[in-house]
Structures are given as C-alpha cells and as structure tokens.
C-alpha cells in the first residue's frame, strides 16, 4: 500500500514538473529548438536522407560477394543396374551386350534432390558501380538539403506565429487601453447630459459610443488572433494545444538590422543556399547516371565459385565419365569470367532519358544563377526600406499618443469638444497598430533574408554529415 502512495506521489510529481517546463517563458529562439524536434516534416525529410543513405549501402554491397543458389525437391523414376540391358554393368569381351532402353518404363519412384550455386566477385564492371555510388552519394546530399530546407520553413512558420502572437496581443492591450479610456469620456459626457450644463451634446454622447464599440469590434479580433496564433506555436513546438505556453518577449521589438552588405549577401547565397547544393549534387549525379547507364553496354568481369549436386536414392550411380547424369552428380570449380546483359534500346533510352534530366537540371542551375540574388536584393530592399518605415511609424506613434492624452486631458477639463478626442484617438490607434504591423512585417522580412541567403539553422542533426567524396 505505501508503495503504491510512493508511486502516484512520484507520478503526480513528474506530471507537475512537466507542466512547470511547459510553463516555463519562451524565447524566440527556445520556440526554434522545441520546433526543430517536434516538426513531424523535419523528421520526414530526415528519414528520406536515411533511405537515401540505403541506396548508397546498396550500390556499394554490389563490390561484394554475390551468392546464388537454386534448389528443388523433385520426384523421378527408379532405376536399377548398370548399363546395359539386364541391368548389367559389365560387357564381358566377345559378348553381344545391349544397352538397356528403359529410360522412359514406369517401375516405382524416386526422390530427386538438385541445388545449383554460384559464389562471385565483381572484379571490374567499367564504371558501374563506381558511378552508381558516386550518384548515391550526391543523392544523399540533395536529401540533407531538403531537411534543412524544411527547418528554414519551420523557422519562418515558427517566426510568424511568434511575432503574429506579440502583435495581436499589443494590438489587444492598444485597444483594451482605448476603450477604457474613451468609455470614461463617454460616462463623462453622460454626467455632464444628465447635469444639463452645456459642455456636452447628444451627439457627442453618439460619437463615443460609436468610438467605443468600433474599438471593441478590433480588440475582439485582436484576442481571436492571439489565440490563433498561439495555437499554432504550440502544435510547432510541441507542447499542445491543451498545455500552457508563455513567451519570454512581453512586446513585439524590430530586430537588430542587418549590418552585411548586398553584395556579401548574394555571394552567401550562392554558396550556402540548400537549393544550390542541391543543384551542385544533383549535376554531380546526374552525369554519374549518365555514365553508369552508358557503362551498361560493357561486360562485368568476375571471379568465383560455381557448382551443382544432383542426388536420387531411387537411382544407381552412373559413374562412367563419358555420360552426364542428371539425377545423380556433384561438380564445382573456381571460374573467371565476363558477365554480360544485352538491353538493347532499353539501355540506349535510359541513356537518353538520364542525359535530358542533366540538361533540365544544367538550364535549373543557370536559372538560379541569376534569380537568386534578385531574390535576395528584393528582400533586402525591403528589410531595409520596412526598417526605415519602422523607425518613422515609431515617431508618428509617439505624438499621436501625446496628442491624444493632451486631448483627453482638455476634454475631461471641459476644454475640447468629444469631436477632438475621437479624432486624436483615431489618430493614435491608427498609428500605434500600423507600426506594431510594420514590426512584424520587417520582423519576418529579416527572417525571409536568413532563409534566402542560407543562413543555417540554429541546431544540426547527424543527417547532415555525410561527404559526398568519402
């Protein structure tokens, strides 16, 4: 019995500890972290690298030993006796022998065991198997590529709904903020009616109404996309939708801008890019298969063992060595020889067909030459012109704030009318939420710039070790 409280104690602890982890605040870059293990498509790609890693083993299993055997269990005719006619072995000299013809005469049955083996070795196959393994190789890496493509993907996906959960939630606070502050207008007004004392009309009365519930209509969508947007982060971390989750961040800031050039921008991306190292693999395995297909058209040489044994316990051994019989004989020997397979327009279409892939991929590959520092100078014109918004927005946020407190200091002293501080509340709100967007827009441009130029990912797994050379 006390073992059993010990033990749904200690359950009951680990069950709080993990949800204390899971409550524990995270950064952006602790989202990225949990995302990288927790996405099921990262794990995908990551499995595609282990097949890819298969078809290398099996390329390379083809230097090795190859067995082959093929055995039966049969049935055959009994025989007994030699040779000759009489079931005689011996021809006695001047005798009139006869040889026995009842090859196909029905007398009982006999088991018949046969197996027949080959034990060889490739010596030479003119480029076969080394340009087979040399395409699977390149292979693997096209498929490493596609993982850390994929992790770019999921920090861009992770980002958004970071920075999308930081700005709905300040666009919520912004709104909550507004409309406590103009509802307190508007019971001032109300006062201000039922004292009938001149500093305030029925249409003021409408107008922060009318303010107020408009207010209300973007902080109730403001609080629907915060919870989206939270939901989403905790299905890519992997935390749950039904645990808590808490970020680090408790506003939405710009990230630092960044300092490299253009130029060292572009040269990045061509050197990092994943796509380029997929197109850099994929030539390389391209004209390996190219190779390999035309290398088909030429013999493997080989060396070996080959053999058979035949047995009937039904039969008589024939053992005279001018006569092959197949029911009861043993044989091997070591071999050399020259393997070849005739495909014809098979190979000469494979041939065709491995050449056209290279030439699309060489057409690929100079397309990206070019597109992908357009790419790269379009996104960086935009982090740095959303910078430059960014930093203009934040000055228009500020004094439309201090215009709206000045405007609603006037008001509550019976100095402005309702009219003004709704516009200055306009104002504010309009300037505040444009720049908590233009936040997240050049937020999201700087993490576009990362993927673009190739920047790697915060944290590598073993798929992404492998040399193609080695």
């Known amino acids: ?129 080394e340009n087979y393994s040399k395409a699977a190789r390149h292979n693997i890496v096209i498929k490493q590529a596609e993982v850390e493509l994929q992790r770019q993907t999921t920090r861009y996906d992770v980002s958004r709904a970071y920075y999308g959960f930081l700005t709905a939630r300040d666009i919520r606070y912004l709104m909550e903020d507004s409309v406590k ?93 994943p796509e380029m190292k997929q197109v ?56 050399i020889g020259l393997q070849w397979s005739f495909s014809g327009g098979i190979r000469d279409a494979k041939v065709k067909q491995a050449q056209a892939e290279l030439d699309a991929l060489i057409s690929k590959a100079s397309f990206a030459q070019k597109g992908i520092p357009y790419q790269v100078e379009e996104v960086f014109t935009q982090v740095h012109a959303s910078h430059v918004q960014v930093e203009q927005m934040k000055q228009a946020s500020i004094n439309a704030r201090r215009w709206m407190i000045a405007a609603y200091t006037d008001f509550e002293a019976g100095l402005k009318e309702a009219e003004k501080i709704i516009t200055a509340f306009q104002a504010y709100v309009l300037a505040h939420s444009d720049y908590l967007r233009l936040v997240n827009d050049y937020n999201m441009n700087t993490v576009k710039l990362k993927n673009l130029t190739g920047e790697p990912t915060l944290m590598h797994t073993q798929h992404m070790t492998v040399n193609p050379e080695n």
């Open 181 to 273: 502050r103009l509802s307190g207008a508007l019971d001032l007004v109300t006062e201000w009616l039922e004292e009938e004392n001149g500093q305030a009309t029925e249409a003021d009365k409408y107008a922060l109404t009318a303010g107020v519930a408009l207010l209300s209509r973007y902080q109730s969508e403001a609080g629907a996309l915060e919870k989206i947007a939270l939901g989403g982060l905790k299905v890519l971390t992997g935390v749950g939708l039904d645990n808590e989750l808490q970020l680090l961040d408790s506003r939405i800031r710009p990230e630092a801008l960044p300092e490299t050039t253009l130029q060292s921008f572009k040269q990045q991306a061509l050197a990092h890019r």
């Open 1 to 129: 019995m006390k073992a059993r409280l010990v033990v749904q104690c200690l359950g009951l602890f680990f069950v709080l500890a993990s949800a204390a982890i899971n409550a524990e605040p995270l950064s952006l870059d602790q989202a990225l972290q949990k995302a990288y293990i927790a996405d099921p498509r990262i794990g995908e790609k990551a499995h595609l690298v282990t097949a890819a890693q298969g078809l290398l083993d099996e390329a390379e299993a083809n230097k090795g030993w190859r067995t082959e055997l093929n055995s039966f269990l049969g049935l055959t005719t009994a025989v007994d006796g030699g040779f000759y006619e009489n079931g005689s072995s011996t021809c006695p000299v001047g005798s009139d022998c006869v040889v026995r013809d009842d090859l196909y005469d029905f007398n009982s049955l006999s088991l018949w065991m046969y197996a027949q083996f080959t034990v060889i070795k490739p010596l030479h196959t003119f480029g076969k198997i």
């Open 280 to 335: 850099e693999a994929g030539l390389t395995a391209r004209r390996a298969l190219v190779a390999a297909n035309k290398a088909d058209a030429r013999p493997n040489l080989y060396a070996g063992l080959g053999g058979s044994l035949s047995y009937s316990p039904g039969r008589d051994r024939l053992d005279n060595p001018h006569i092959y019989d197949p029911f009861n004989s043993a044989a091997a020997t070591p071999v």
